[in-house]
């Protein structure tokens, strides 16, 4: 009995994981609120600005999906996960680009809600579960980065980067 609870917590937990319930920032917090014309800056000596953090965040979340709802995806590419301009076109496509993410990570959440789902095997040989977690290691790194962002934008109001 001990095992299956574990495993039902396991099973539980990566859909609030997903959403940054209990271990970071939510989700929500990190994207909202942000102005447009600050979504494509990039602070002084960092690669990529809030769109692009964000357009590559939802293009690997894209894949995953499909990996694990057992499509074939495409050969890995690096222009197909990192977007061609450091900002979006206009306000519509940038409201787009976080709708279309939340929907994937509620796709992610609703696959993780299953147990009979996590445990399916791939074609890989790897399981949905670790699809997923892996889903969930790579958000978790990137929506530490926007954070990071938002701090050097001046647009967070959680504790702030220390100068040492």
Not at 54 to 62: D, E, P, T
């Amino acid at each position: 009995m001990h095992i299956r609870a574990c495993l039902e917590w396991r099973m539980t937990r990566i859909p609030q994981l997903l959403f940054g319930r209990d271990a970071y920032s939510p989700v929500q917090k990190i994207l909202e609120g942000l102005p447009f014309e600050k979504v494509g800056e990039r602070p002084a000596g960092l690669p990529h600005s809030i769109y692009e953090e964000l357009w590559h965040l939802n293009a690997c979340q894209k894949l995953v999906l499909q990996e694990a709802r057992g499509e074939q995806t495409p050969p890995f590419d690096e222009s197909l996960v990192w977007p061609a301009n450091r900002k979006p076109r206009d306000e519509h496509e940038w409201e787009e680009l976080l709708h279309t993410f939340f929907l994937g990570l509620d796709e992610a959440a609703g696959m993780a809600a299953q147990v009979e789902v996590l445990d399916q095997q791939l074609p890989d040989g790897t399981s949905v579960r670790g699809v997923l977690e892996d889903l969930l290691a790579h958000n978790s790194y990137h929506l530490g980065r926007l954070v990071v962002l938002r701090q050097l934008l001046g647009l967070w109001e959680g504790r702030q980067l220390r100068s040492e």
